[in-house]
Structures are given as structure tokens and as C-alpha cells.
């Protein structure tokens, strides 16, 4: 379960809080760090297997619209 807690989406920087249980599913970050920080082409299908592992699914293709529609700044850029 994750639970996020954040401010309405405005001008003004937003504090966060995130709640994650299992507490098992805390190393999945640690692995994701990992996998992150490696240069090469494998990181994405590594990235795959691990969000396979812990039964995640990712929309990246979400991304740009999610940037614009509440004007973020994009983490990929």
C-alpha cells in the first residue's frame, strides 16, 4: 500500500509523505538506485525485471501530459 500526502498543485513548493507497506517493499528503492545509477542499455530491461518482482506496473508515457497538466518539471529531463 502507498499513501501520498502533498499540497494542491500551485506556484508553491509541496511537502510529501509517503507511506509504504510492506516494509519489504522498501528495498525495491534500494534495487532501483542501483539499477538507476548503471550506465548501459540493460538498466531498462533491469528496471523491467525488478518492477515484475514486486508486481508494478509503470506508465511512462503518462509522463509528459502528468508534466503539463500540472506543470512540473520533468524528472526524465
Known amino acids: 500500500m502507498s499513501l501520498t500526502l502533498s499540497g494542491i498543485p500551485g506556484t508553491r513548493d ?3 509523505l509517503e507511506m509504504i507497506a510492506p516494509p519489504d517493499f522498501a528495498s ?3 534495487e532501483l538506485s542501483k539499477i538507476l545509477s548503471e550506465p548501459g542499455s540493460s538498466a531498462k530491461r533491469k528496471e523491467s525485471e525488478l518492477d515484475e518482482k514486486y508486481g508494478l506496473t509503470n506508465h511512462p508515457e503518462w509522463l509528459p501530459e502528468l ?3 500540472y506543470k512540473l518539471k520533468n524528472p526524465l529531463s
Open 14 to 16: 509541496a511537502r510529501t
Open 28 to 30: 525495491y528503492f534500494e
Open 67 to 69: 508534466v503539463r497538466e
